[in-house]
């Protein structure tokens, strides 16, 4: 089991594929295809999180794996645009349809889920975000959306943080294909791998989103912020508002880059802000830690 020291607690982490498609909606594989797939590369938790409609998950075989009851949802959104709202933790019998994107986030809380906003990088603003009173947060890396650009959506990230909202960000596969498989996931910090305790540690925050890099530990003590990962190439921490980033310059090739495995800072006396650490490998894969207050 790995397992993560994460702000003062050992806590084991269960690598998560949390936006997955089936031929429940537009996926091409059927739900136990999916299940194969995933329990074949060790993972550890699946959420179904088809269109419109929820699985009933509590009837699959989970290959070991902890099956989580999810849905996307698309109300109508800003300007005409459809949302697309990434709910997990849902009943299965969870209507699929609302007429607001915040109909269907008060919806989600309601019943005790958790929801996200799927690959905003290039749909919608970061104050059309913030407009969603209760929204749990974004993909910050989302595979399926690599090939129109929009697979990464740092820059919204920095700017939701930046206005004040603590936001977690999530990475997925939001997988429909083959070549959606394996290449972004969740790191979910908690006791054990129940959904009760998943769903928890997902609305505190307690999780990093990762394209491969492993964080080991990420801690914040006596004013200073320090992490330990495996091997990488970079490894920056931004700070909201105000705090330059501060850590390694980028190298121009792997070959001339140093294996770092530590970042260590301290932002001195008075600092009142959020701070998130982002590391990258050779293979030009990040890693992301969830924004801290402090």
Known sequence: MTT?????????????ALHIHSNVSDGDFSPAEVIGLYASQGYDVLAFTDHHKANPVSAYDGQGMTLLSGIELHPKGPRDVQWHLLALGVPEDFPGRYPTGQAAVDA?????????????????TSNEILDLKGIDG???????????????????????????????????DDTHTHCDLYRNWTMIAAPDKTPASLLDALKKGNFYATQGPEFKSISWENGCFEAEFTEVVEAFLYGYPGMEIVG????????????????????????RGKIRCRIRDKFNRCAWSMPITF
């Not at 390694?248 to 600092?271: D, R, V």
């Open 4 to 16: 993560i020291r994460f702000y003062g607690s050992e806590l084991p982490v269960f690598k998560s």
């Open 108 to 124: 989600v809380k309601a019943v005790g889920g958790v929801i996200y906003c799927a690959h905003p990088a290039g749909v919608f």
């Open 138 to 172: 974004i993909e910050v890396s989302n595979s399926n959306n690599r090939f129109t650009g929009w697979e990464s959506a740092e820059v919204c990230w920095n700017e939701l943080i930046a206005q004040g909202f603590v936001c977690p960000a999530v990475a997925v």
């Open 248 to 271: 390694t310059p980028g190298f121009p090739t792997p070959e001339t880059a140093p294996q770092l495995t530590h970042l260590k800072f301290s932002p001195g006396p008075g600092f």
